[in-house]
């Protein structure tokens, strides 16, 4: 990950990219080149606006206001993304004193020139109120390191003299737009207003005027400053990079373990360079980036992914294992203690939110950021990353400062964002969870991965053929984006390996959930003429590869407390041994028997173990290698041709048994269905007397 620091931002309209667009193309093209610049908007923060005269549904000529809808992204959105509220219907309301945030939600469904365009940004009236047609409005840190200033007010004056008016902290609404609707009306020489504690506005008529004089203030604040020197030496010495990923990993699955007691989190794992610098005290000295850490979030949207306050550990030494456990869980407990006393104080009725930290910071190490997914914890440490640079930069022209706690609780206790996650669809079966699958190249393998993503899993796709696990997990993260999926190269057999593949899953996503135990081979040769080696090679694989894979996953499931679930995919040849399978079938035993014992071991952790006998899969099996159907096909008498219809024929239910039924046995047993079954074995074999478990 590069490094997060303020600079000043390269004007990149091209007016041959424009060239002959309309309104709304100016429009969608001025908002890509904001939303395109981490240093002006996060994650759907900012909004755009322009003013055009457009035609209703019956051909009747109206001035409309094109906004930003809520919940798009300015560097991705669409012309559609943008709905027309009319004007003389959004202008009327100026005129009010106060309105509150439903009414105002309400009244903007009614003003939309198409009822069916989505809801219209929550600051639409502020944009509706400014005169001029052209409207901009990010969150810039270089700005925020000016207005989250104890010097704020010295320092913007100096900056930006009267080109700018100063608007006092207000929560987004009516208030606010009002405010700065009064400022550009009775200052028509006004390029825009300045949001403490939020962000910047400009506006001109002209679309790329508007982009232009945006970047110019925003230039003018990052050159503020910037050539304070900077001290670059560590208050602590950090460890080197494989020491830090070592205690890091180990770590994690204690952290993760703490605070998913009510909901599972994922926890992923940053040490950038900027991290570094930053929780080591290189520019601040540890007990500035304290106390600036302590002064809050750099604004209320941010707060809605890092909470008000990141958890700092400080620990006495990172090398002794025990004391940092204790100090971990110390800090825990203190934020949530801290967060309840916050919420007691300051709440109106609302539910409480969940108390735990989204961002944890250890001092010397890195930075953990927690969420309900890979995509949620990506966000909280994007935001982080710009607010370690607000504050240094705030830290070098003054001192950090940010909203009162109970602006930062009004914030965070909105009722719209409150009613937003009322909105959010149900979680599916396997959401927050974190899923290794061994032999994921496969065909069960892959059938398991592709039903576990689909029901909202982070899957780890480990495989001996790296570049198919690649191709499997680049599959995945194509319909399920950011970082959801992840390829690991997995030699089940090799202690080493294993253990790098955990400190990795660990890194990337805090721990493990599931295990799904299925990497195998089949080898297919009398008992008279197995070779020693082919014996040796199938009890590696299929016997003590599960047992090094399922240890790890032991001491992880143990290390976070909240149960687990182990699926070992075995075979219908654990009941029903085949002939000229002993190698095969031996070694799944072994592996069925290893599943029972960490039945029995991980019973009082709420670790379940649980096994899958599915019969023989030939659509894109690699386990039926053209050899081993040859001898498969010796061994039964018949011609290897007829080998998938002499298996169809041999069950009650005369089926084909398909990788997706046993993906289907597998997340019964991986999900909370089967929360109450452990220790058993489910066929997938289309009916085989012979086989019925017993
Ligand atoms: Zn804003």
């Not at 540890?286 to 992914?305: C, F, K, Y």
């Not at 997914?373 to 990353?385: K, L, M, Q, V």
């Not at 269905?673 to 086989?691: C, I, K, N, Q, Y």
Request: proline share 5%; net charge negative.
């Amino acid at each position: 990950m590069k490094i997060e620091q303020i600079t000043t931002l390269a004007d990149r309209w091209s007016e041959a990219d424009v060239a002959g667009g309309n309104g709304l193309d100016l429009l969608v093209y001025q908002s890509r080149l904001i939303g395109s610049e981490p240093q002006l908007v996060l994650w759907g923060g900012g909004n755009t606006s322009l003013k055009l005269e457009e035609r209703d549904y019956r051909g009747r000529s109206c001035q409309v206001l094109r906004v930003k809808g809520s919940g798009s992204d300015l560097k991705a959105v669409e012309p559609r993304d943008f709905p027309a509220v009319r004007m003389d219907d959004v202008l009327a309301l100026f005129e009010r004193e106060e309105m509150s945030d439903e009414d105002m939600v309400e009244y903007l469904q009614f003003a939309l020139l198409d009822p069916r365009a989505p809801r219209p940004s929550i600051e639409t009236l502020l944009h509706a109120f400014v005169p001029a047609r052209s409207v901009v409005h990010s969150h810039a840190d270089a700005i925020l390191a000016l207005t989250n200033n104890t010097r704020s007010d010295a320092i913007l004056n100096e900056v930006f003299g009267a080109e700018l008016a100063l608007v006092p902290y207000l929560r987004p609404g009516f208030g606010l737009s009002k405010l700065v609707g009064q400022a550009a009306r009775t200052r028509p020489d006004l390029k825009g207003v300045i949001l403490l504690n939020h962000g910047l506005i400009t506006w001109h008529d002209n679309p790329r005027e508007a982009y232009r004089l945006h970047l110019e203030m925003v230039n003018r604040a990052a050159r503020y400053g910037q050539s304070v020197a900077v001290s670059t030496h560590p208050a602590l010495t950090v460890p080197g990079p494989a020491r830090r990923r070592e205690i890091a990993a180990r770590l994690a699955p204690l952290l993760r373990g703490l605070v998913s007691r009510q909901q599972p989190l994922v926890a992923r794992f940053d040490d950038s360079e900027d991290v570094l610098r930053f929780v080591s005290g290189a520019v601040l000295g540890l007990e500035r980036t304290r106390a600036a850490l302590q002064a809050g979030a750099a604004t209320p949207d941010h707060i809605l992914n890092v909470k008000r306050t990141p958890l700092w550990i400080e620990p006495a030494s990172l090398d002794d294992e025990q004391k940092l456990a204790q100090d971990t869980r110390t800090a825990i407990e203190s934020y949530v203690e801290e967060y309840r006393a916050y919420f007691e104080r300051y709440q109106q009725g609302e539910p409480m939110l969940a108390p735990m930290p989204r961002v944890v910071l250890v001092a010397g190490l890195g930075m953990f950021t927690l969420g309900k997914d890979s995509r949620s914890a990506g966000i909280s440490a994007d935001i982080a990353h710009h607010t370690f640079a607000i504050m240094e930069r705030a830290e070098q022209t003054g001192a950090y400062r940010s909203l009162p706690p109970e602006e930062a609780f009004r914030a965070e206790y909105w009722p719209l964002e409150l009613y937003k996650l009322q909105l959010a669809p149900p979680e599916k079966q396997l959401s927050r969870r974190v899923v290794l699958i061994t032999g994921a190249a496969g065909a069960i393998g892959a059938a398991i991965a592709r039903r576990f993503a689909a029901e909202g899993a982070h899957v780890v796709c480990a495989d001996i053929d790296l570049p198919r696990a690649e191709e499997l997990a680049a599959e995945l993260t194509r319909a399920w984006p950011h970082n959801r999926a992840l390829a690991l190269a997995l030699d089940v057999t090799d202690e080493e390996a294993v253990g790098a593949a955990y400190q990795r899953i660990q890194c990337e996503y805090g721990g493990l959930d599931v295990l799904v135990a299925n990497a195998g081979i089949a080898h297919s040769a009398p008992l008279d003429t197995l070779s020693l080696e082919d014996w040796q090679r199938s009890l590696a694989i299929n016997a003590t590869g599960h047992f090094l894979v399922v240890r790890e996953a032991l001491r992880v499931m143990k290390a976070q407390g909240i149960g687990g679930s182990l699926v070992f995919i075995a075979t219908k040849n654990v009941p029903a041994p085949g002939k000229d399978f002993g190698a095969y079938s031996a070694s799944k035993s072994a592996q069925a028997q290893l599943a029972r014992v960490a039945a029995l071991e991980g019973g009082p952790s709420g670790i379940r173990s649980n096994i899958v006998n599915p019969d023989a899969i030939f659509r894109g099996s690699g386990l039926w290698s053209p050899q081993v159907r040859t001898e498969r096909a010796r061994s039964y008498g018949i011609d290897a041709s007829q080998l998938e219809e002499f298996y169809r024929q041999r069950n009650l239910l005369h089926v084909n048994v398909r990788a997706e039924d046993v993906a289907e046995a597998a997340l019964f047993f991986a999900s909370a269905h089967s929360s109450r079954t452990t220790g058993s074995m489910l066929p997938v074999d289309g009916g085989l007397r012979e086989a019925f478990p017993r």
